[in-house]
């Protein structure tokens, strides 16, 4: 399956801190996505990588992609209380469809 | 606000009701998706529709039946479902199927089937 697994499942931090998770997948792909779900509510399209780059910016998220070791990170920096939200990474294949996996939930504390 | 509405919001439905959903997408885009959304489960993608033609169902069972009358709206129509129906259904667009275009979401129907 191509679907992109992320780790951990849940992360509970102190606002301030900054909050690492990570997304492992199995087969090759063409590019990795990362969204965010607030409670109960639809996802938005944070960022994209695509498999020739290594890391990418935008604001406090820094993401890599290691195509090597199958494997892609989110970081935010400086974390608030209004990142408390579910994440997912999506991964773009030989499908057009991007496939998501569970998510991980990070609580921030203010 | 993403450019993405369902309606309704909140639905509870009897297993005999029959039932509809709608999506709407204000965005010009050309893809629009119907995804399934149960606690401590993947993001399950059941019809994929591009320029109102279906391109992927997954083995969706035939109690959920989608439908495609313009490339704006998106239904999912529903009837005898069950218990285990009950989740989060989310409508997404994107500008064409090819890889590398993101998803706008709607913020989603949580339905209860009792």
């Known amino acids: 399956s191509q679907q992109g697994e992320e780790d951990p499942q849940a992360l509970s931090i102190q606002e301030g801190e900054n909050a690492t998770m990570n997304c492992s997948y199995k087969t090759s792909i063409n590019n990795l996505q990362w969204y965010r779900q607030n409670s109960g509510r639809g996802l938005v399209h944070l960022i994209l990588?695509?498999?020739?780059?290594r890391e990418k910016h935008s604001g406090r998220l820094r993401v890599t992609l290691d195509t090597s070791k199958k494997s892609s990170s989110l970081l935010i920096t400086a974390s608030r209380a209004a990142d408390t939200a579910s994440y997912f990474c999506?991964?773009?294949?030989?499908?057009?469809?991007?496939?998501f996996g569970r998510g991980t939930s990070l609580i921030v504390h203010p | 606000e993403t450019g993405v509405t369902q309606t309704p919001r909140h639905l509870v439905m009897g297993m005999t009701n029959k039932k509809s959903l709608k999506c709407e997408q204000h965005?010009?885009?050309?893809?629009m998706y119907w995804y399934k959304q149960s606690a401590k489960k993947p993001l399950e993608l059941m019809f994929v529709y591009s320029l109102e033609e279906r391109v992927e169902n997954n083995s969706v069972p035939s109690r959920f039946s989608p439908e495609c009358p313009n490339s704006s709206h998106l239904f999912l129509h529903l009837h005898t479902l069950q218990p285990e129906d009950s989740a989060l259904y989310l409508c997404?667009?994107?500008?064409?199927?090819?890889?590398?275009?993101?998803?706008?979401f709607g913020p989603g129907t949580r339905l209860t089937v009792t």
């Open positions: 997404a667009s994107s500008q064409d199927l090819r890889q590398g275009y993101e998803q706008y």
């Open positions: 965005l010009g885009h050309n893809a």
């Open positions: 990588i695509r498999s020739n780059e």
């Open positions: 999506a991964t773009g294949g030989g499908s057009y469809i991007p496939t």
